[in-house]
């Protein structure tokens, strides 16, 4: 496993979460007016088909549904995800699920692949999680045929669980996918063995 670091939160809010921010990045709630940078980052078949629930075509009436559904319901968060120049890059969250432990998603726009995005936002959103919205466990999925998202997910600590059967909206198709689970108690354990650094 490699190094996690301890991001620090920013103390800015809009509306009901926190601008999170990260040595390279900034979180923060999406707005009606990134519809069309949101629209062009998701319309690429590479991202639908390894996420559950993104279409593909992703159209502009998709962004601005995503938007507006955003942090409506209490203990759930969702950022876009931001360079420090406010560029956005892509998404990520804690959605809850219906009885059960809140699932952990996230996207990158293709321009933005293979850059550490991914595992820096999702220290950051996790670490909220835990700490803001005292969620005891956090689980989260990858495709089988996405060994780069199964490595963020093994960095930020998550642990594999099994496989499972999951319906993909832009296959219109259930596709196996690695199911990952992450406990407060190990992410807590992990801080407190000096696995991660603070970035500042």
């Known amino acids: 496993m490699t190094l996690l670091e ?15 921010e990260t040595k390279r990045l900034a979180l923060r ?24 629930r993104i279409p593909h075509p992703y159209k502009m009436s998709d962004a ?5 559904g955003a942090n409506k319901a209490g203990g759930e968060a969702v950022f ?8 956005i890059v892509g998404a990520c969250g804690v959605v809850l699920q219906q009885d059960e432990t809140p699932e952990l998603g996230y996207w990158l726009g293709l321009p933005f692949w293979g850059q550490g995005y991914a595992t820096e936002a999702l ?5 909220y999680a835990f700490t803001d919205l005292s969620h005891e466990a956090l689980q989260a999925g990858a495709r089988v045929t ?13 642990q ?5 059967l999951y319906r993909i909206s832009s296959i219109k ?3 196996p996918i690695d199911r990952f689970r992450l406990e407060r108690g190990i992410w807590s354990a992990l801080k407190g063995w000096g696995r991660m650094k603070r970035v500042s």
């Open 6 to 20: 301890e991001i620090p939160r920013g103390t800015f809010r809009e509306g009901s979460i926190p601008v999170l």
């Open 29 to 52: 709630a999406p707005r009606l007016e990134d519809a069309k940078t949101v629209a062009t980052l998701a319309n690429d078949r590479r991202i639908a088909e390894n996420t559950a």
């Open 64 to 68: 601005e549904g995503f938007i507006a």
């Open 80 to 87: 876009l995800i931001t360079l420090r120049d406010g560029a």
């Open 123 to 127: 220290h950051a959103v996790i670490d």
């Open 146 to 158: 996405n060994p780069a998202s199964r490595r963020v997910l093994e960095k930020c600590g998550f």
């Open 160 to 164: 594999w669980t099994g496989v499972g």
């Open 173 to 175: 198709s259930s596709a």
